[in-house]
């Protein structure tokens, strides 16, 4: 690929993800910041702006800002701030928009989320359900550390010991039957 080449494709993810930002700005353009997603959501003690304070940043187009905290990440998806907002917004579906973004940006602090999800889809695809074991094999090789399993050893040896994750391959796969599924929703997202 020439230089002019790269150049055009560059500037066409930009403009692209400018025109992303620019949606989740008109969305949320008339958030009156009421405080009333914040008080109702169960994770903001652990994130480190409110999110009140995110979507702030957000009508101010504080990409950068938004995409180096972790609060749009520890969105559980409850709908609470959505079925609570006294304006009706679309929160949650703002905070999978930005979700999105991070992650056809490949914003660093979110590959491991990213990949994790990655996996998990991967696996249901190829199953029509998950295989815990053969779920983590493939998330601990697409990460390339050799030092992440250890990180997560503890874990599964009380889920086996609980009988929750096992050895043994299990005697039915449901082999391709949720392709027809997944190979329709990559059409609806195409026409987007």
Same mark, same amino acid.
């Given at each position: ?38 008080? $109702? ?77 990655? $996996? ?29 399993? &250890? ?14 994750? $096992?050895?043994?391959?299990?005697? &039915? ?20």
């Amino acid at each position: 690929m020439s230089a002019q080449q790269l150049d055009l494709t560059s500037q066409a993810y930009e403009s692209a993800a400018s025109d992303a930002m620019a949606s989740i700005q008109e969305k949320i353009q008339a958030c009156m910041q009421c405080g009333t997603c914040s008080g $109702s959501c169960p994770n903001a003690s652990a994130m480190d702006y409110t999110p009140r304070q995110l979507w702030r940043l957000a009508q101010l187009g504080q990409k950068d800002e938004i995409f180096n905290s972790k609060t749009f990440y520890l969105c559980s998806a409850c709908y609470f701030c959505t079925l609570r907002c006294p304006r009706g917004l679309p929160l949650t579906e703002t905070i999978g928009a930005l979700k999105r973004i991070a992650a056809a940006e490949g914003i660093e602090m979110y590959k491991s989320s990213i990949q994790f999800y990655k $996996s998990f889809m991967d696996t249901v695809r190829r199953y029509g359900r998950v295989r815990e074991m053969e779920f983590m094999n493939r998330y601990f090789l697409a990460m390339k550390n050799p030092f992440l399993p &250890f990180k997560f050893a503890s874990l599964g040896l009380k889920l086996m010991g609980k009988g929750k994750v $096992s050895l043994e391959m299990p005697k &039915f796969f449901g082999k391709g039957r949720l392709d027809a599924m997944f190979r329709k929703v990559e059409e609806l997202e195409a026409k987007r």
